[in-house]
């Protein structure tokens, strides 16, 4: 989760966040001896090492019949998370035909900076395009990867799902596309896009807020008419990108959206006037609205192609209304809840643990957070280390219940960002499980 966006203003939710802890379902020696055995013989050994990635082949079986993977993270800012998901991400291209990834990152800034990618250097890509949290030397390899996969003719498309923004990085690479049609209209653009950013931080009242709001709109509808108007000018002009059209209109309509509906309850909650119905606080407006953009990039953007997620385990977990503790203690609804049952039956979701060692604070991208280490006894992170290998997956989908596996049916603790300790019935919210002994804090490219 990028908890250095998230603004949580409601002092019940920051009051939560300091729960008590609560003990795992301790193991039973009856018990222990079956689960070790179980998770001895069935959990896949991963080894970065393998050049020939032969370790990663079961997932052939594991993801027969799934259009979308989701691996998730329980920490942002871990090196060996985000190496992981790289290498996996590189199999799951080249070898089972998975050419979309959706980060969790803004939907106009991430496409723009696809769409222009033959301009920028990865480095660049990288910055105009995913979160600072990600721009680290783990995450380049994926860049560097993702223009050489579109130079050789066998791109694997960037885009994203999120409704928070990188500023300036939709004007940038949209602003000389609208300016070789019409300058004003350009121009246009990047005051809307100025004004945008600042329009909850700049306004003092409601009321102020609401009249910016309002001018903003208009602008937007201003630009979308304009785009509609000159629709096989603007065309013309990226000629190789033929949705490129779509997703401009999409990303001024997504502006107006955001603006109305969840910017809104911000600066609602600025003010301190909070709303009755828990699903309308912002945190979890951008979990719903998450869900609706990646509902329309699965289904009408890319409906023929196979998609990999990014993001934090907790956004793509299946059903956080299902768990028996979360993080905040309210167990509101996450994007997995709010996404259509015909979307999770194509989904396959992978969560991923660590056993030991520290990552960043996306707060601020220098605090390091040390993993409670040992882990709760019984708990998911101490339970894999059964394994006896440093860096395993799990698959839970394919898993019937029995002695060696009724971990998975009862209650378990699993620790967000490596130290908030969580409650949750595993088999409810993952499809399987990256386990990894130890991780390391990454390193943040300048």
């Known amino acids: 989760m990028k908890r250095k966006l998230i603004k949580i203003t409601l002092p019940l939710l920051i009051v939560c966040l300091a729960f008590s802890s609560f003990a795992a379902p301790a193991r039973a020696a009856s018990e222990e ?33 799934k259009r979308i993977v989701q691996l998730g993270e329980t920490t942002h800012g871990s090196g060996e998370m985000n190496a992981t998901k790289v290498r996996m991400i590189k199999y799951l291209h080249e070898e089972l035909g998975y050419d979309v990834l959706a980060f969790e990152s803004g939907f106009p800034e991430a496409n723009a900076s696809y769409l222009h990618m033959d301009q920028l250097t990865p480095k660049s890509i990288m910055k105009n395009s995913i979160y600072p949290v990600w721009h680290t030397e783990d995450v380049i390899e994926l860049f560097d990867y993702m223009k050489e996969q579109k130079e050789k003719g066998d791109p694997l498309i960037l885009t994203g799902f999120d409704i928070q923004s990188l500023k300036n990085s939709f004007d940038g690479a949209a602003n000389q596309w609208v300016k070789a049609v019409d300058p004003e209209k350009a121009e246009l653009l990047s005051q809307s896009e100025h004004d ?6 700049n306004s003092k009242t409601l009321e102020e807020f609401t009249q910016k709001k309002e001018a903003l709109v208009k602008n937007y509808r201003e630009l ?7 629709a096989s000018t603007l065309k013309a002009h990226l000629p190789k990108e033929p949705k490129a059209y779509e997703i401009f209109v999409h990303s001024l309509h997504l502006r107006i959206d955001v603006m109305e509906t969840y910017m809104l309850e911000e600066m609602k909650e600025k003010l301190l006037e909070y709303p009755e119905n828990v ?3 912002s945190f979890f407006m951008r ?48 994007m997995g809840d709010y996404l259509p049952e015909r979307l999770k039956k194509q989904t396959y979701t992978i969560g991923i643990y660590a056993y030991s060692g520290a990552s960043l604070d996306s707060s601020d991208n220098k605090t390091v957070n040390p993993v409670t280490s040992p882990p709760p006894a019984g708990s998911l992170e101490d339970l894999l280390k059964a394994a006896n290998h440093p860096s395993v997956f799990v698959d839970f989908l394919h898993t019937k219940k029995s002695k060696g596996t009724s971990w998975m049916y009862t209650p378990r603790t699993a620790l967000y960002w490596g130290f908030m300790e969580e409650q949750m019935i595993l088999k409810e919210q993952y499809d399987g499980v990256i386990w990894l002994e130890h991780i390391t804090p990454s390193v943040i490219i300048k």
């Open 33 to 65: 001896k079956h689960w070790d055995r179980w998770i001895e013989r069935n959990a896949h050994p991963l080894d970065s090492s393998n050049a020939s990635n032969k370790d990663l082949r079961f997932l052939k079986k594991v993801l027969k019949g």
């Open 224 to 230: 979308i008419k304009f785009a509609e108007t000159h």
């Open 279 to 281: 699903e309308d606080f």
């Open 287 to 334: 979990d719903r609205m998450m869900a609706e953009q990646f509902q329309w990039v699965a289904e009408t953007l890319y409906p023929k192609e196979k998609v990999i997620v990014w993001g934090h385990n907790y956004h793509l977990r299946k059903q956080n209304t299902k768990m028996i503790k979360d993080w905040v203690q309210l167990n509101g609804p996450n």
């Open 196 to 201: 945008f950013f600042s329009l909850v931080s």
